[in-house]
């Protein structure tokens, strides 16, 4: 670990699709993953490379935006303003339903509680009010419901199927 | 892919538990894994008010707590069929949509109904109430019904409207041929919202009332906002005061509080 007055400490992260990521200290360390990996390995060289074998480019450059705007948005004492919203907002609108997807499956995997919160909660809202199609397809799901299984749940919680959004 | 198998369950609850009951009940249509993950205690643990147990446990039905098999099945009891507190003078539900607390205050908890020492009600029995007895009122000339209601266990950000529910005995008088005045306010606020009401509906003028179908009617005699933390309680105060005509035959179940539908 770095410590005061030495240089900024980099990390080494390799993707599943073989991409090579340098990543300040303190972003990399958000990754609960990445963090439990030096604390094992407290010798493990400067330049040790991490492999992150289930996460791929696109969705970790993804994290490391959120992650370095968030370790920023703490240093400066900004934690919970309006400006940190305001970020979130931005971040996610941009973002398909495949992207989500992939950000909450590599963020689950590496770890990052802040940042699984918060893709949680966007998720949440987008399946708000939705059909049963709508999530199934939003998911990937192929639903192994017997025709007689998905019956009983959609007559038991009848109230619950009507007036939802238009898929 | 399907996220649903690389996605932990603990995940696609945490999901389940930022939207809603009714979504909750939609999404666990979708997949028996969804279904595992949006029935469980970890969902609706969340659905449920944050002190549930303690109300349920100082309530007449506390063995509901060791009764449902699991949290969902709490949560409908709770939306199906009131449970009662403060000595069976209050019911507590949750709207089932929602979650929401619903609350009804018996007339005997929630109406101060005599001046001074003198009484100008009854109190009798009726099949249709949830409540032992129910305040009816006796011949007056000046009428006046008013309370303050606790809102301490009423959910946080949210719109309530409250209601008082009434209806009339056979023999009755003086409500079609006078309105009521109905003032509404937050206890410790200074603003009142004031309005006058027909409680007995007159051919040709407005009928502010509802039939609930359950034996009674009811009418909104004020809204407010239930802040987090905050529980001042409402004020809330029915009067004729100049009548000179007598009134009577009016009976009154209660208020109830439950969120205003947008």
Redesign the interface.
């Known amino acids: 670990m770095s410590k005061l007055g030495q240089a900024k400490r980099i990390i080494f992260l390799k993707t599943a699709d073989g991409q090579l990521f340098e990543v300040d200290e303190p972003v990399a360390m958000e990754f609960e993953i990445v963090k439990s990996f030096f604390d094992e390995n407290e010798d493990a060289a400067d330049d040790t490379v991490v492999p992150l074998p289930n996460v791929s480019a696109e969705p970790l450059a993804g994290i490391i935006e959120f992650c370095k705007a968030h370790v920023e948005f703490r240093a400066n004492g900004a934690a919970g303003k309006d400006e940190v919203k305001k970020f979130n907002a931005e971040y996610i609108k941009e973002k398909s339903n495949e992207q989500l ?1 992939e950000l ?2 590599a963020a ?1 995997y590496l770890n990052i509680k802040e940042m ?1 919160d918060f893709l ?2 966007t ?3 987008r ?3 939705k ?2 199609e709508y ?2 397809a939003f ?7 017997t025709p007689q ?2 019956e009983a ?2 007559k ?2 009848e ?3 009507e007036g ?1 959004d238009e898929d | 892919m399907d996220m649903s198998v690389v996605l932990p369950e603990e995940c696609l609850s945490q999901i389940t538990s930022l939207t809603s009951p009714r979504d909750a009940c939609r999404l666990s249509a979708v997949s028996p894994f969804f279904k595992s993950a949006a029935d469980s205690d970890a969902v609706w643990e969340t659905f449920l008010p944050s002190d549930y147990e303690g109300i349920i446990s100082n309530s007449a039905s506390s063995s509901l707590l060791s009764t449902c098999s699991s949290k969902k099945e709490l949560y409908f009891h709770l939306s199906h069929k009131p449970i009662f507190i403060n000595s069976g003078n209050m019911s507590f539900a949750l709207e089932k949509e929602s979650g929401k607390v619903c609350c009804m205050v018996g007339a005997k908890a929630g109406i101060s109904v005599t001046w001074g020492s003198k009484s100008y009600w009854t109190w009798p029995s009726l099949p249709e109430s949830r409540f032992p007895e129910v305040a009816e009122l006796k011949p007056v000339c000046w009428f006046e019904v008013k309370g303050k209601i606790e809102t301490k266990l009423l959910s946080p950000e949210t719109t309530y409207a409250a209601y008082l529910v009434f209806k009339f005995a056979d023999s009755r008088n003086g409500f079609d041929t006078r309105p009521v005045e109905l003032c509404f306010y937050i206890g410790g606020m200074e603003e009142e919202e004031r309005s006058k009401v027909f409680l007995d509906a007159r051919a040709g003028a407005p009928n502010l009332s509802q039939d609930r179908g359950d034996g009674w009617m009811e009418i909104e005699i004020g809204e407010f906002f239930k802040k987090h933390g905050e529980d001042e309680g409402v004020v809330y105060n029915l009067f004729d005061f100049d009548g000179f005509s007598s009134k009577h035959g009016l009976i009154i179940e209660g208020i109830e509080l439950r969120p205003k539908s947008v």
């Open positions: 997807k909450i499956l689950n699984l949680t909660e998720i949440a809202n399946l708000k009010n059909s049963v999530v199934r998911f990937g799901i192929e639903n192994d419901f299984e998905e749940v959609r038991e919680y109230w619950a199927f939802v």
